[in-house]
């Protein structure tokens, strides 16, 4: 059989173009077999091949340079071909598959698996005549509803000779690929042709794509043997690109009337069945894996994880479970149940005490059948590389009363043999390994029927993966050597924390998971893809470079980005530096500043904190030299001294400012040879007093080094390990992307196609304020997130900052309401509706912020986090039934037309 491959591509010298299939004479699939392609005319690059007759042809065009070096690949996997006997030659007349195209992400998890989800496949009914030759026409368009179905209208007669009541349907066999083949005359070619969508319903064409008419150049058909095949890779929508709209709440703060005290797996159907009535596309949930690590209200906190697999028993319920054969004990549980449930907000200890109980008497009924069944074993099979150290971790937290596994003795550290050991079913504590396997089985099989339920109705989930793991987590005791256990990750100073936040996690130890192609991140994600099929990235930035803070240290402010490119002494000397480590690198402290900051508490600071090394000048006493110790010296003080509390918080944040009065870092493993300029230093008594010519320098290394210096050093992070996220599945990826932007950002996740996030209030330039207009395609445009105060809480906060939105973005004239009304909600979100981004997601409150009857009465109790506070109480429970919500015809008709007219309702 003879092969033709025709391509067009425009390369850069000393680029060539090769392809590489399946059969031995195009390489096997082996990249470094590949067979290299001829230059043709234009653009166009040509191969011709004889090969043996195949049942079945891959291949793939990539670019190589002249050394023999991979520089391009095309987007996605090898195009297929079923090779039929009938032909001695086919001809492929294909375009190259941009890996930018937009159009890429239409062929991720939420369109092949719900939105354009399609029903039983229509092959092509044909039979080859050995006598004719054959042309097939294929595009390529993942966006068409299972209503309807791509055909062709062309200036032939067997395309209808343009008449639409004519047209030629084509199969989905392939999908996303639509194909049709078709007989031709010897004199047939050239002609013209163009795709059209047609309704199953309306029984006729609907759209006719824009443009141009295509165009099938003149063959030579003498040859009555041959099928040349055409594929387009692109439908020309006259609608523009495709947008949808979604909905955010955590799954802890839905509330339904069959819940108990918090929302569950099983209450996330209601909130689809609610989507799908408004036309909402996307629900977007905060992180969903076990927090459980002190069994107190702190574990609310969903980004502290104790595993990156394990789901929070929190989420079971406990109806669907199976009701206990223990009458008196399944009554006592459900009145608490409902008692819990009619609470404002979530009382997480109370819910968590309650569902523990259950899951040990359920288990305690039900352990010997659930161990021998056969789904159970198919479970734990599935999720062998996770599950025994999750449980084992469980174990020993609750025996030994803390998650701290430096604190277990023994059981500090396990090989694989003693893990092994520790988890098997002839151990005499089995039972308290297995029922982490119970719960888990059925958390799973609640949030996967979940999933299935909403992807059957044409919705998705969104879930959330957190940039850090939890210092005391199952990871981390399993496998320290993938984090930097002596680290803190957190954030640079912004509107949320003006001395930074310091998350508390281990940061990670890139080189060491690149050993193995980044496993565990492979294995994290092909996890998180059994529930959701769009992901966000949290705080996507520390992909690029994380804020690195050392043990020694709690605020921020004591950070440096990692990795980094420091100063070194001789470079410092070279930009006119002169170095004092001492005045630079140790805090400035000096009697003015004391008097300054602690007034009449000075005497008192001095004496006891401080020591005067040089007259009017300070040190720190060695007992309090870090922040850690004075942290650890307070945290005491204030448990023996509750009442206290306030002025010793207020002591301890001073002396903290004491030890950042610096304004330089040591680069860590640089034997004191390399530095980073401390952020936000311009701020310091220690810069202020500087002489002119040194700040003026001291000011040009800090412009340096956080805007300009690491640009594409950064860049080059971010690709060694986003593309393997991308690659890891076919979740469509979202980033967090707020805070302290570098340059290279938007053009890695441009170039990966990973969805920016578009904060209205939060814009990564230097506007106040986004407008919704401007948002490119390629992102999340929303009125809020769970980290801000909600629309109508942020209204009342600054007043002269709402005059000036209400002005200029939302263009309205004269004083703004003093609250937020309900039309003014509504202004903000038709905006939003109407921009290009390619998803608009909503807050939940913001949503029914638009209706008098239905909002909040106090939107301050609708915030669910507030960042500036390190241990906040995530708590916050929406205060609608979802039961009553889906009753709301009036306001649920008004959103799904608001969705309409934003052109985010579209089937195809």
């Known amino acids: 059989m003879r092969l033709k491959f025709v391509v067009g591509y425009r390369t850069n010298w000393g680029e060539n173009l090769f392809v590489v299939g399946s059969c031995p004479e195009l390489g096997s699939m082996d990249e470094s077999n590949a067979v290299k392609m001829a230059h043709a005319s234009g653009e166009q690059w040509e191969l011709n091949v004889e090969i043996k007759q195949p049942k079945d042809l891959s291949y793939s065009y990539i670019i190589k340079s002249d050394n023999g070096e991979v520089v391009a690949r ?18 492929f007349k294909d375009y190259w598959r941009s890996v930018h195209a937009f159009e890429n992400n239409l062929l991720t998890a939420p369109f092949m698996k719900a939105f354009f989800k399609r029903g039983k496949a229509e092959p092509q009914a044909i039979s080859f005549n050995a006598r004719q030759n054959y042309v097939r026409l294929q595009i390529r368009a993942p966006r068409i509803g299972a209503n309807y179905q791509m055909g062709i209208v062309g200036s032939t007669k067997s395309l209808g000779s343009w008449e639409q009541d004519k047209v030629v349907l084509m199969s989905d066999e392939d999908f996303p690929v639509w194909k049709v083949d078709l007989p031709v005359s010897d004199n047939a070619t050239p002609f013209e042709y163009k795709f059209v969508i047609y309704s199953h319903e309306e029984k006729k064409v609907v759209t006719w794509e824009a443009g141009d008419n295509r165009y099938f150049p003149l063959h030579d058909l003498t040859n009555k043997k041959k099928l040349i095949v055409q594929s387009e890779e692109e439908f020309r929508y006259p609608v523009g690109h ?35 009535k408004t036309g909402l596309k996307v629900v977007q949930v905060l992180p969903v894996n076990d927090t459980v690590a002190t069994h107190t209200w702190v574990d609310s906190y969903p980004y502290a994880a104790v595993s990156v697999d394990a789901l929070h028993p929190i989420y079971a319920n406990i109806h669907e479970i199976g009701r206990l054969e223990d009458k008196k004990a399944q009554a006592r549980l459900e009145k608490r149940a409902k008692e819990l ?67 277990w003795g023994r059981h500090e550290r396990m090989t694989d043999k003693e893990l092994s050991a520790f988890v098997s079913s002839k151990a005499k504590h089995y039972d308290d390994i297995a029922i982490h396997y119970y719960i888990q089985y059925h958390l799973d099989k609640q949030l996967k029927s979940a999933t299935e339920y909403a992807r059957d109705k044409g919705v998705v989930l969104k879930g959330d993966i957190p940039i850090g793991i939890y210092r005391n987590s199952v990871d981390a005791w399993r496998l320290p050597h993938l984090f930097n256990m002596d680290t803190q990750a957190g954030a640079p100073p912004d509107d949320f924390s003006i001395t930074g936040q310091n998350w508390g996690f281990p940061t990670y130890n890139w080189e060491e998971m690149a050993k193995d192609g ?27 470079r994380i804020w690195e803070i050392p043990w020694e240290h ?118 004191g040879h390399a530095f980073n300029p401390r952020i936000g230093l311009h701020s310091t008594y220690s810069f202020n007093e500087l002489d002119p010519g040194t700040k003026e320098k001291v000011d040009a290394l800090y412009i340096d080094c956080f805007y300009r210096r690491h640009n594409d050093f950064w860049r080059e992070s971010a690709m060694r390990k986003l593309p393997m996220l991308k690659e890891a599945t076919d979740m469509l990826i979202c980033g967090e992307d707020l805070g302290m932007v570098p340059a290279s950002v938007p053009g890695v996740m441009n170039e990966l196609q990973v969805l920016s ?90 949503l029914v912020a638009m209706d008098d009857k239905l909002r909040h009465d106090v939107p301050e109790e609708e915030r669910i986090n507030v960042p500036a ?23 649920n008709g008004f959103l799904r037309q608001m969705i309409d007219q934003g052109g985010r309702q579209a089937d195809y």
């Open 74 to 91: 095309e987007f996605g996997n090898p195009r297929h071909v079923k090779v039929v006997d009938h032909f001695d030659t086919i001809y």
């Open 242 to 276: 495709w947008k949808a709209a979604g909905v955010a709440i955590p799954v802890f703060s839905l509330r339904t009337k069959k819940s108990s005290g918090v929302g569950e797996f099983s209450d996330v159907k209601l909130l689809v069945d609610w989507a799908v």
């Open 341 to 407: 449930n009619a609470l404002t907000e979530v009382d997480y200890e109370q819910v968590m005490k309650l569902k523990t109980e259950f899951f040990k008497l359920s288990f305690e009924e039900n352990k010997e059948a659930f161990l021998k069944g056969k789904t159970f074993k198919e479970f734990f099979k599935a999720n062998e590389n996770w599950l025994p150290d999750y449980a084992a971790f469980c174990c020993l937290r609750d025996r030994n009363n803390t998650p701290d596994f430096t604190q």
């Open 518 to 544: 980044y496993g565990w991140w492979r294995e994290r994600m092909v996890k998180m893809a059994d529930y959701f099929d769009v992901f966000r990235i949290d705080h996507i930035l520390g992909f690029f």
């Open 554 to 671: 709690v605020e921020g402010l004591l950070g440096r980005f990692n990795p980094a490119l420091p100063f070194y002494q001789d470079e410092l000397e070279q930009r006119g530096v002169n170095f004092d480590y001492d005045r630079f690198c140790k805090p400035y402290i000096r009697e003015h500043m004391i008097f300054d900051i602690f007034g009449n508490h000075t005497d008192t600071v001095k004496r006891t904190f401080l020591e005067e090394y040089t007259p009017g000048c300070f040190q720190m006493k060695e007992l309090y030299d870090t922040q850690r110790k004075v942290k650890d010296y307070f945290d005491q003080k204030i448990a023996e001294e509750p009442e206290s509390e306030e002025f010793n918080t207020w002591l301890r944040n001073n002396l903290y400012r004491l030890i950042g009065e610096v304004l330089f870092l040591e680069a860590p493993l640089t034997n």
């Open 757 to 846: 996030l578009a904060i209205q209030r939060m814009p990564n330039d230097d506007r106040e304020f986004w407008h919704p207009a401007d948002t490119p395609y390629l992102s999340v445009t929303s009125t809020g997130s769970h980290d801000m105060s909600t629309l109508r809480e942020w209204w009342q906060e600054d007043r002269d900052q709402t005059q000036r939105f209400f002005n200029t973005i939302l263009g309205q004239q004269g004083s703004a309401p003093y609250f937020c009304e309900p039309w003014v909600a509504k202004d903000v979100i038709i905006q939003h509706l109407h921009s290009p981004s390619m998803l608009a997601i909503f807050p939940i409150q913001d």
């Open 869 to 891: 506070i390190s241990q906040h109480y995530w708590k916050y429970r929406f205060h609608l039934n979802m039961e009553d919500l889906l009753q709301e015809e009036g306001f």
